[in-house]
Structure formats: C-alpha cells, structure tokens
C-alpha cells in the first residue's frame, strides 16, 4: 500500500510543486478597495475643481470692481491737435486729467493761456481733490487780474462760489492785497470785511492802506455800517484805525 499513495496526497503535493514554481503572487484588489480608490480620486479632482472655480471667480470680482471705480482714460488727442507741447501733453495725462477736464483744459489753452499755465492750472486744482475747472480763471483774467494774483487766489481753494466776488472786487478798484487778504481770511474761516462793504469805504474816500488794514484786522461785516456811517460824519482813516480794531 505504502508504494500507491492515495489520490488526496498526489493532489497536495502537485500543488505545492506548483506554488514553488510560480512563487508568491500579489493578491489582486478586491471590486470593492478599486471603487474606493476611485472615489477618493474623484473627490481631490472635485475639490481641485472646486478650488480653482472660486480662486478665478474672486480674481474676477476684484478685476471688475477695479474697472467699476476706475476713472475714465481721457483721449488726449483733441490736445495735441490744438498745438499744445508734447511734454505738455504728457504731463497732463500723468494727471490722470479725464474728458471733462480736457474740455475745459482746451477752453483754457484756447483763452490764450500758455502751456505750462494749463498744467499748473490743473495741478492746482487737484490739490485740492477737485476736477478742474477753467471759467473762474478765465473771467478772473479776463477782469484784469495777472495771472500771479489768479493763482495765489486759486492756492487757497477760494474759486467756486467765491470766484465772482473776487471778480468784482478787482473790478471796483480794490488792491490785490486786499482782495488776497480778504480770500485768506475766507479760506481760515475768519470774519471779515465782505467786498461790497470794502467797495461802499472805497467810494466814501478811505485809503488803500487803511482797507488792507482793517482787512487784516478781521472787522466783521457787521460792523460796515458803522464804519461807512463814522466816515461820513468826518472820521478820518486814523480814527476809524482807533475806533475799529477787529478781532
């Protein structure tokens, strides 16, 4: 019996034979480690995804809104076709001027002003945060006042609503250290003498000087009257000097 083995022993040993054969073979996935595996691979691409849409759609906002409070990019053809400089040129679009400005740079260029006078015009004005604007120095020109006196008046931001005033002024005779005294103390928010009251002095025969002074002074308008009325009744300048020291 011991040289016929039994059918079971013949089957275990040819697998044992085979085995040392072919060596030891990786176990294969099962169905379910591979749809793991897939899951988790399709969850990183959709959260790539994911991440790259809100990145472009924040980059998007910040792009648009930039475009939203970006001023306008002023064509400035219109100016080199006037005649002016081209470093002129270039000088005022390194203003950022926009179009309205450049309609009004034109007014100013086509009043006679010169180049450089329309570049510093403009500097001057956005100084003071304003667009610029060219008819308070053209009316103010226009009345007789040099151009030195236009921008020692527009330095102190005094154009606008005071612009005719000052106007006026010039054209009533009074000095430009007046009119200038008299913006400065607008400017600082100080009392003073306004131009109608200075013009009604003027005409009753006070001096000059005397007006500058009580323009330093800061007198208050309110007390123009009083002063016309002390004139009137014979007052000279010292006196009114004495009585009328302002504040």
């Known amino acids: ?27 294969i996935p099962s169905i379910r480690t ?19 849409g809100a990145v472009l759609t924040l980059a998007l906002t910040f792009f648009l809104a930039g475009c ?43 009043a006679g002003f010169a180049d450089a006078t329309c570049v510093q015009a403009v500097q001057v004005f956005h100084n003071h ?15 007789g006042m040099s151009e030195q006196m236009i921008f020692a008046l527009a330095s102190l931001n005094d154009f606008g609503k005071n612009a005719g005033e000052l106007e006026a002024m010039h054209l009533a005779g009074l000095s430009d250290a007046v009119v200038l005294e008299v913006a400065r103390h607008r400017a600082e928010g100080k009392p003073v003498l306004s131009g109608a009251s200075l013009a009604g002095l003027k ?14 002074r800061g007198v208050p308008d309110s007390e123009a009257n009083a002063l016309i009325s002390s004139r ?16």
């Open 1 to 27: 019996m011991a040289r016929y083995p039994s059918a079971t022993s013949r089957r275990a040993r040819a697998a044992l034979d085979y085995n040392e054969l072919m060596g030891s073979i990786p176990a």
């Open 34 to 52: 591979c749809a793991s595996d897939g899951e988790n691979s399709g969850s990183r691409a959709r959260a790539r995804t994911a991440l790259c």
């Open 203 to 216: 005409n009753a025969g006070v001096r000059g000087s005397t007006l500058l002074e009580l323009v330093r």
């Open 129 to 143: 945060g304003q667009a610029f604007r060219a008819d308070d120095i053209i009316g103010l020109s226009q009345a």
């Open 68 to 110: 939203h409070h970006a001023p306008p990019v002023a064509n400035t053809q219109q100016l080199d076709r006037s005649g002016m400089s081209y470093d002129s040129v270039q000088q005022l679009r390194a203003l950022n001027v926009t179009p309205p400005e450049v309609a009004e740079i034109m007014k100013l260029h086509e």
């Open 232 to 247: 009137r009744h014979g007052a000279s300048d010292a006196q009114l000097l004495h009585h009328f020291t302002g504040s």
